[in-house]
T-cell receptor, first 113, second 111 residues
Framework: DSGVTQTPKHLITATGQRVTLRCSPR?????VYWYQQSLDQGLQFLIQ???????AKGNILERFSAQQFPDLHSELNLSSLELGDSALYFC????????????FGPGTRLTVL | GQQLNQSPQSMFIQEGEDVSMNCTSS?????WLWYKQEPGEGPVLLIA?????ELTSNGRLTAQFGITRKDSFLNISASIPSDVGIYFC???????????FGSGTKLNVKP
């Protein structure tokens, strides 16, 4: 158990819909990173937040947005869903003492039908 | 973004064999990371490398930071069934606010 929690574990929805994925970092970690992992692929970096502020963006679609709240939990919002958005979505947090050490949550498996 | 190429894509080996996999980049990294992902789980950090030429071990795992800083290698000695999983290399940008992952090497170990 990494200490990073993600909900829900599984999500099945239809094209055109909007969903929200939630992540709580490890206690004390200020950074949250979001990744997308499509079938048999590596992890694609989407976005990073540090203490409530967006710090870096990767290949994140305009239909996707995220935020980090004062209690440091983060939400990833995916809208106008397409079949190709079906993937595993992971969040990770890093301790301020060791930025290289990312702790990953168990992921949310999104299926768009 | 940075491209990390991992090889081989998959491996089927017998328990007890040694395994080697590598990762190359089009750009220089100042940190190389190796992760393992088991089915249904998030990746777990195995080894972190910080210096060109560095060789670091974690049990039966040994990783090396290439001299050119554009590659890294991971070796697993005397493989066991619980080594099964996908191994990813990764590298952060200098600010550690973006991490780039390879496409992974899927390891299968036959008892």
């Amino acid at each position: 158990d990494s200490g990073v929690t993600q909900t829900p574990k599984h999500l099945i929805t239809a094209t055109g819909q909007r969903v929200t994925l939630r992540c709580s970092p490890r206690s004390g970690d200020l950074s949250v990173y979001w990744y997308q992992q499509s079938l048999d692929q590596g992890l694609q970096f989407l976005i990073q937040y540090y203490n409530g502020e967006e710090r870096a963006k990767g290949n994140i679609l305009e239909r996707f947005s995220a935020q980090q709240f004062p209690d440091l939990h983060s939400e990833l919002n995916l809208s106008s869903l397409e079949l190709g958005d079906s993937a595993l979505y992971f969040c990770a947090s890093t301790p301020t003492s060791s930025y290289n050490e990312q702790f990953f949550g168990p992921g949310t498996r999104l299926t768009v039908l | 973004g940075q491209q990390l190429n991992q090889s081989p894509q998959s491996m089927f080996i017998q328990e007890g064999e040694d395994v080697s996999m590598n990762c190359t980049s089009s750009s220089i990294f100042n940190t190389w990371l190796w992760y393992k992902q088991e089915p249904g789980e998030g990746p777990v950090l195995l080894i972190a490398l910080y210096k060109a030429g560095e060789l670091t071990s974690n049990g039966r795992l040994t990783a090396q930071f290439g001299i050119t800083r554009k590659d890294s290698f991971l070796n697993i000695s005397a493989s066991i069934p619980s080594d099964v999983g996908i191994y990813f290399c990764a590298g952060p940008n200098d600010n550690f606010n973006k991490f780039y992952f390879g496409s992974g090497t899927k390891l299968n170990v036959k008892p």
